[in-house]
């Protein structure tokens, strides 16, 4: 009699422990060798196992929660990696806990963990639980594979005929799904099917889901409200506050992001990710000492990492010129030189390491070079390569070197150009504001630019309305191309769309759009805090195994954030059994 043919396990299946003691690694490595493990790796410390999954895929990985130190758990190797999108899919991660520490880890487990295990476990309850999971990665094999060849219409396809027909692993399916929608720009479609969900089974992740809809399709307030009655019934869900902040940021009220960024760094005190937040926000808000205190335990903790954004390093420039810690500068200088090592390519980085070059000048009193360095930056003024992030760096050193009684005949005209360049909306606004806050003139500048912007644009909408669409297009593209104001050239845009039917000649008016696009470069449409904000809490991790260089898979429209599947659900899973014929042997 003919038996089923199992399926065949990836060769070599690699797992990765996490565990500082030595013990507790050699039993596992013993288990997982009887399980079919052909390769093991062992980690005794979470920055090492980091290092690890930055550069390597495993097929299992199994941390210790605990290692005995209050700056390092495997929850905070866990909470950063999914940040980062250093999980694929085919990664299995499970937590090994004590009975002590359950709790917070099953509270954690739904938007980040593949199971746990609870201590002490027999080899058969973790080749079950092994099973079960492998078991989850083969029902939802199609899927991965149309993630994998960058198919992501009938990736979400194939999650939404698995959600509507409650086939196994459904709430998986749709998890994946309301991700590849929200990430395709089809928001009302993800938040379709994350109320479904909602629906058909409450979950915190879909909650979060629909208010990550709602900033994508520009309803930010509306996302504050999802958000606090979701906090409301879980004042302990991290994600929910990092979502809160980026609404509050976005719609410049920064007050209060500043105490929800506070409150989810409590929650996850070692969590370099929202160190970064929490510092970044505090330095624009012009509390330096909580900026440099926090900035300064977050490159303690990171710097090494993917998970570290260097603008925190920049910001952390700032704070020690402010307090004229020499020392301190000159620690932020020894790590950019360590890091153009590494990045020696980087036009970011080496921005980065002027700016804080300028700074240590502006602190020894060499003026004249100082003054040097902040006109060669400002010669990048109008250059694509220029973001936001460099125009509130340039913002920053004007003041320094205004208040520094520094005779600069250009900064005025310099910090105007920024403004009119990247004063698009409040939130966008206030941060530039901010940066420059240092010289109050520079900073009301600033929302002065805001201001004219939106007359500009009022004026050109006149036109239109008044029945003169071409004349409405020539105006926004000629403030546009005066102020390279991305605001400008979008609203120009949608009038040509919207009224091409009526514009005697719009493809002259669409080349010239798409001309004036490629010379501003990129250019932020939200307000954001370094490059690693835009990642999405809640969110799942849409990396593919054959990602190059540790690269998560990127899905356009929106790069970003992100958490591996949950945990099955009891209602979720096929029977138990079926897994136990999966071992990789």
């Given at each position: ?132 999971a492998r078991l989850r ?360 769309l919207r009224h091409s ?20 470069g990129s250019a932020p ?61």
């Open positions: 009699m003919a038996t089923e043919k199992e399926p065949s396990a990836p060769s070599p299946v690699l797992a990765l422990i996490v565990d500082s003691n030595a013990t507790s690694r050699s039993i596992l490595v013993g288990q997982l060798r009887e399980y079919g493990v052909t390769r093991i790796v062992q980690c005794s410390r979470v920055q090492d196992a980091r290092s690890r999954l930055e550069h390597t895929v495993f097929d299992y990985v199994l941390c210790d929660q605990s290692f005995g130190d209050a700056n390092y758990s495997g929850q905070t190797l866990l909470d950063d990696l999914r940040r980062a999108q250093l999980l694929p899919f085919s990664t299995v991660f499970f937590m090994v806990t004590a009975e002590a520490s359950y709790a917070a880890v099953a509270e954690a487990a739904e938007s980040a963990l593949d199971g746990y295990l609870l201590k002490p476990f027999t080899p058969s309850a973790l080749f079950e639980r092994l099973g079960l990665k083969i029902h939802l094999k199609p899927i991965f594979d149309a993630i994998e060849a960058e198919d992501y219409e009938q990736a979400a396809r194939l999650c939404v005929e698995r959600f509507e027909s409650r086939q196994p692993y459904w709430l998986y399916a749709a998890r994946i799904g309301s991700e590849l929608l929200l990430r395709l720009g089809r928001h009302d479609e993800a938040r379709a099917l994350f109320e479904a969900v909602i629906a058909a089974r409450a979950l915190p992740w879909a909650k979060l889901g629909v208010a990550r809809a709602q900033i994508e399709s520009g309803q930010a307030a509306r996302a504050i409200t999802t958000l606090q009655e979701l906090i409301g019934e879980d004042a302990s869900f991290a994600d929910a506050y990092d979502v809160l902040g980026r609404a509050q940021v976005e719609l410049g009220n920064f007050s209060q992001a500043i105490e929800t960024y506070r409150t989810a760094s409590g929650l996850t005190p070692d969590s370099v990710v929202r160190l970064q937040k929490l510092g970044m926000m505090s330095y624009y808000m012009g509390d330096r000492e909580t900026a440099t205190k926090v900035l300064s335990r977050a490159t303690m903790l990171g710097i090494d990492s993917k998970l570290f954004d260097y603008q925190s390093l920049v910001l952390l420039t700032f704070s020690y010129y402010a307090d004229n810690d020499r020392k301190g500068i000159e620690r932020c200088m020894a790590d950019f030189a360590r890091i153009l090592e590494r990045h020696h390519h980087s036009a970011r980085v080496q921005r980065f390491a002027e700016v804080a070059r300028t700074l240590q000048l502006i602190q020894q009193r060499q003026f004249s070079h100082a003054v040097e360095s902040v006109r060669a930056m400002a010669r990048e003024i109008t250059a694509s390569s220029f973001d936001f992030e460099a125009a509130c760096n340039l913002g920053s050193l004007l003041a320094v070197l205004a208040v520094t009684s520094i005779e600069l005949s250009e900064g005025e005209s310099w910090v105007r150009a920024l403004g009119m360049r990247y004063a698009n909306t409040r939130g966008l606004t206030e941060l530039m504001a901010n940066a420059c806050s240092l010289h109050a003139p520079y900073g009301d500048l600033v929302r002065d630019c805001l201001q004219q912007i939106n007359k500009s644009a009022e004026v050109a909408m006149a036109k239109s309305l008044g029945g003169d669409p071409t004349g409405a297009v020539h105006n926004l593209l000629e403030q546009a191309e005066r102020t390279l104001n991305s605001k400008l050239l979008d609203m120009s845009q949608q009038v040509l039917a009526r514009i005697p000649s719009p493809e002259p008016l669409q080349e010239a759009i798409d001309t004036l696009r490629q010379r501003m449409t939200r307000a954001i805090l370094g490059q690693d904000s835009e990642r999405r809490p809640g969110g799942v991790v849409l990396r593919a195994r054959g990602a190059v260089d540790g690269a998560a898979t990127r899905i356009s429209p929106s790069p970003q954030d992100s958490s591996p599947l949950p945990p099955a659900d009891p209602g979720d899973d096929p029977d138990p059994a079926e897994a136990s014929r999966l071992r990789p042997l």
